[in-house]
């Protein structure tokens, strides 16, 4: 081996180290922000003491964490993202399982109790938005081990603001064939909004 391919060898390992470093810091944030968003709904939906907090509940979590990236419009982000993508709780128990090893010694964390069949009938039964569009859809809808491990947590919440569930179907593969930066995707949908707009101003 002479200097230079000494050089090269340890560029490669860098930028691939680096890569896969960064691909799980975003695994791990969007099983974060996600879970934050289901245990949101489950209190919402089964807590003891809902009724009490009631439409002030985002505020008065976000007081009392009291910690970077829990604050309210945030905490309302996961909630919501976690309502538009709930089948991605199968895949996340899966990754926190096989990566997570204080996770199998923490008695506390309620959600690795959780099997895999046992997750997925309430996301089911809870998923409103799947629930009011023809059955037709779920033969295009993107599956949830490539909505987790192809999408960062910004694009999953960017697309969760699309109300139409084939548009936002059609954008999630798109963005994951496209390896589509926040920037292009955004790009995107300003078109197709401007495009749909004169269409519907010809009419």
Not at 155 to 180: F, H, M, N, V
Request: charged residues 25%; contains cysteine; aromatic residues 12%.
């Amino acid at each position: 081996m002479n200097f230079e391919s000494l050089v090269g060898r340890i560029n490669l390992i860098q930028d691939a180290l680096q890569a896969q470093a960064a691909h799980a810091v975003n695994l791990t944030l969007t099983a974060r922000n996600w879970l934050v968003g289901y245990y949101i709904v489950e209190f919402e939906q089964h807590g003891e003491d809902r009724a009490k907090y009631g439409e002030k509940l985002l505020s008065r979590l976000s007081e009392r964490l009291n910690r970077r990236g829990f604050n309210l419009r945030r905490l309302r982000d996961y909630r919501h993202v976690y309502q538009v993508y709930p089948s991605l709780g199968v895949e996340i128990v899966k990754y926190l399982e096989n990566n997570s090893s204080w996770l199998a010694n923490n008695k506390t964390f309620s959600i690795r109790l959780f099997s895999t069949a046992e997750l997925q009938e309430p996301f089911n039964q809870r998923d409103i938005i799947r629930r009011s569009v023809p059955a037709k859809l779920e033969e295009w809808s993107t599956p949830a081990d490539r909505l987790f491990y192809r999408l960062n947590y910004t694009s999953l919440s960017y697309l969760a603001s699309i109300e139409d569930p084939l548009k936002r179907t059609l954008y999630e593969q798109e963005t994951i064939r496209g390896c589509w930066t926040q920037k292009e995707l955004d790009r995107f949908l300003l078109i197709d909004d401007e495009v749909y707009h004169i269409g519907a101003s010809i009419k």
